[in-house]
């Protein structure tokens, strides 16, 4: 090991293949963890790469939705309003761990942010406090406009990004139809 890692353990067994779960860590502190291979004639492998990792007590971010005005597919104007959600309970669905990788339910420190912007590198947006709903000018008057938005908790987890779309200008489905004039 070089100056940079002390090492703190030994031998371990992981609970289940390839995991281990490291209980003695303390919040917000950074941890990194080495690993090497011993076969039973006491052969080591060579160490693998660092994985470093922060414990938190909200170690997962806000998961959430967008729409514009209710989910309709058109608008004829540029101002709409934005339909907000987001939550930052614990859900194994959206997060894909399995129930015993998960933190406490009542470890969630709840939405406290969100970042909105017409473009999807969020230049020039700045974060505001969480609201359900929005009153939001697109970024065009005619043609698919996006609406991009995060999430953000007390701890400043973030969330992924949302994204809804919406017709702006003329309904794109109807076409008008020009019938010939005929006179008697």
Same mark, same amino acid.
């Given at each position: 090991?070089?100056?940079?890692?002390?090492?703190?353990?030994?031998?371990?067994?992981?609970?289940?293949?390839?995991?281990?779960?490291?209980?003695?860590?303390?919040?917000?502190?950074?941890?990194?963890?080495?690993?090497?291979?011993?076969?039973?004639?006491?052969?080591?492998?060579?160490?693998?790469?660092?994985?470093?990792?922060?414990?938190?007590?909200?170690?997962?971010?806000?998961?959430?939705?967008?729409?514009?005005? +209710?989910?309709?597919?058109?608008?004829?104007?540029?101002?709409?309003?934005?339909?907000?959600?987001?939550?930052?309970?614990?859900?194994?669905?959206?997060?894909?761990? +399995?129930?015993?990788?998960?933190?406490?339910?009542?470890?969630?420190? +709840?939405?406290?942010?969100?970042?909105?912007?017409?473009?999807?590198?969020?230049?020039?947006?700045?974060?505001?406090?969480?609201?359900?709903?929005?009153?939001?000018?697109?970024?065009?008057?005619?043609?698919?406009?996006?609406?991009?938005?995060?999430?953000?908790?007390?701890?400043?987890?973030?969330?992924?990004?949302?994204?809804?779309?919406?017709?702006?200008?003329?309904?794109?489905?109807?076409?008008?139809?020009?019938?010939?004039?005929?006179?008697?």
């Amino acid at each position: 090991m070089d100056t940079f890692y002390n090492l703190i353990g030994g031998q371990i067994t992981p609970t289940l293949a390839g995991v281990f779960t490291d209980t003695a860590v303390i919040n917000g502190h950074m941890y990194c963890y080495v690993l090497a291979a011993v076969d039973n004639a006491g052969r080591r492998s060579t160490t693998s790469a660092p994985t470093c990792a922060m414990p938190n007590t909200d170690p997962i971010a806000p998961h959430g939705s967008v729409m514009i005005n +209710g989910g309709t597919t058109f608008t004829n104007i540029p101002d709409v309003t934005l339909n907000l959600w987001a939550s930052d309970a614990i859900d194994p669905a959206v997060q894909g761990f +399995g129930p015993q990788y998960l933190p406490p339910a009542d470890s969630a420190t +709840g939405v406290t942010e969100m970042l909105i912007s017409n473009k999807p590198d969020f230049s020039g947006a700045s974060w505001e406090a969480y609201a359900t709903s929005k009153p939001w000018t697109l970024g065009q008057t005619y043609g698919l406009a996006s609406v991009y938005v995060r999430y953000r908790d007390t701890l400043n987890n973030e969330s992924d990004t949302y994204v809804a779309t919406i017709w702006v200008g003329r309904n794109p489905f109807i076409s008008p139809i020009y019938l010939p004039v005929i006179r008697r």
